[in-house]
């Protein structure tokens, strides 16, 4: 590659970013939509493989969407309503349990009642909580009287399942252009490249959206069987959290401990609680990720926490979110320069020699 290319496809590339910073709220719902396409696009090639037209398969995978979507809104979420309510009733005794039971079992074995005063940490904390309250309103308002940001926000919503459609339709032909426009000498070699990304990005997206599923379902049932009040609440956090590792585990534990503590006034009922998270967790490890994801995404724990922290502290709630797929994806890439690495001439370079 000449100067003048390596210049053209500098500015080519600088543009092309400086253009998608500019029209991101533009495209979004592109974003969204493809995205969408993507993770379902698999069961429409299901559906086809079994000789249905490919604008039919889209329109029943399109139907099973809805009315999962329509199962969560008419089933969960009233469900979910009631036990807010439930634990939105249990905070006086929350505040009494706190006051009477841990506070002073604190300050025996801490000794910090010199240190803190209870009164003006609650003072403390009632501020704060009006403080967010006012926070909450001020920018709902805000937000009402800006009617621009109502109806692209709305029209937002309405665009991605019809942009959604439009490339579940076309999805075959976007691929098959996209693959055209690549060099040829280099086509077979990205092309498995992105492949081997797009498999491990599908087993972590629709695996892992299924285990936080089950496990939150698991971890519900559980606690709601075992007589918890908010039970269903905490399980089905509890598995949502599931996203960063031991996350869910530990905060459903704690919480459920907390909530049983206040509900039954008895240690023995934290048994159970431990008993429901211990078995969701060892199902969890042995039956729902082996069966959902598999080895497929390839990352030790280990390598998940320290991607969810740094991405966390560059690049905020959203580099959370990003960590793991953008880690499994470099993990491909990873894998894919070690294994030629192993055929050059620079590693293999002492057997040549002899």
């Keep these: 590659m000449t100067d003048s290319q390596r210049w053209f496809t500098t500015f080519i590339l600088l543009g092309v970013t400086g253009l998608i910073y500019l029209l991101a709220p533009v495209l979004t719902p592109f974003l969204i939509a493809a995205l969408i396409a993507y993770l379902f696009n698999p069961w429409v090639d299901k559906l086809t493989s079994w000789k249905l037209p490919r604008v039919l398969s889209v329109a029943v995978v399109f139907l099973v969407i809805i009315a999962v979507v329509f199962f969560l809104f008419f089933l969960i979420i009233p469900i979910l309503e009631k036990q807010v309510v439930i634990f939105v009733k249990r905070i006086p005794d929350i505040n009494l349990w706190l006051t009477n039971v841990v506070w002073p079992w604190v300050d025996k074995h801490f000794h910090i009642k010199d240190q803190i005063d209870l009164n003006q940490l ?24 800006s009617g621009t940001a109502i109806i692209e926000f709305v029209t937002g919503l309405v665009l991605i399942p019809v942009l959604s459609f439009y490339l579940l339709c076309d999805w075959p032909r976007i691929i098959q252009s996209i693959k055209q426009l690549l060099p040829r000498r280099s086509e077979k070699k990205l092309v498995q490249l992105v492949k081997d990304c797009g498999e491990v990005l599908a087993a972590f997206f ?8 089950a ?24 598995g949502l959290l599931n996203i960063v590792p031991y ?4 905060s459903g534990l704690i919480l459920a401990t907390i909530a049983s503590l206040v509900q039954f006034h008895s240690w023995i009922h934290l048994i159970w609680v431990l008993g429901v998270f211990v078995v969701g967790s060892l199902t969890e490890g042995f039956v729902l990720t082996p069966w959902f994801v598999g080895d497929r995404v390839g990352l030790h ?28 994806v470099s993990m491909v890439f990873l894998r894919h320069f070690h294994g030629r690495y192993l055929k050059s001439r620079y590693y293999n370079r002492e057997k040549i020699e002899k």
């Design 122 to 145: 609650k003072i403390f904390l009632l501020e704060h909580i009006n403080t967010g309250g006012s926070i909450l309103t001020k920018t709902w308002a805000m937000a009402s009287r």
């Design 206 to 213: 629709r695996g892992q959206l299924l285990v936080m599923l």
């Design 215 to 238: 496990l939150g379902s698991l971890y519900g049932i559980g606690l709601w069987a075992i007589g918890l009040d908010v039970g269903l609440l905490i399980g089905l956090m509890a």
């Design 247 to 250: 996350l869910g585990f530990i």
């Design 301 to 328: 724990p280990l390598i998940v926490i320290f991607a969810i922290l740094a991405f966390g502290r560059l690049f905020g709630f959203v580099g959370v979110l990003l960590a793991v797929p953008v880690s499994a």
